[in-house]
């Protein structure tokens, strides 16, 4: 039945990915004074990219959560400026507030999502040139 489980695994970070989108506080629409949901954002990150990493039988636990949390903080800085430029270039920046002027939702589901692309891209990439 555990294994079962693993094959559900990417609905559950698709259900993180959207509750985060529209209920967390979004990583780019924070207010001018206040500071971005830096630790929000690594929680969510870190844990789909260990809801990747659960099944694979090359890493203990420990290594799991330590280059999940490699990654996690190195995808999200290629995230950030990828998704604010792409915005910025859309949608235009606030000249007051220097803020985007894009949707709260659509940038934060965009920023997860590249996240975990660009993570699992990392994982899937370095597995396979590991093995060999």
Same mark, same amino acid.
């Given at each position: 039945m555990f294994q079962k489980g693993f094959k559900y695994r990417i609905y559950l970070v698709y259900l993180i990915i959207i509750g985060s989108?529209?209920? =967390?506080? $979004? $990583?780019?629409?924070? =207010?001018?004074?206040?500071? $971005? $949901?830096?630790?929000f954002c690594f929680i969510i990150n870190l844990t789909t990219l260990f809801l990747f990493l659960i099944p694979l039988k090359q890493f203990i636990v420990g290594e799991k959560i330590v280059y999940a949390?490699?990654?996690s903080l190195c995808s999200s800085v290629i995230a950030v400026n990828a998704v604010a430029w792409v915005?910025?270039?859309?949608?235009?920046?606030?000249?007051?507030?220097?803020?985007?002027?894009s949707p709260a939702v659509l940038d934060s589901f965009l920023f997860y999502l590249l996240t975990y692309f660009l993570g699992v891209g990392f994982f899937k990439l370095w597995l396979k040139y590991k093995n060999q």
């Open positions: 989108s529209l209920w =967390g506080t $979004p $990583p780019f629409h924070y =207010g001018y004074y206040d500071n $971005p $949901p830096l630790g949390s490699l990654v915005m910025d270039f859309i949608y235009g920046t606030d000249t007051d507030w220097d803020e985007l002027n």
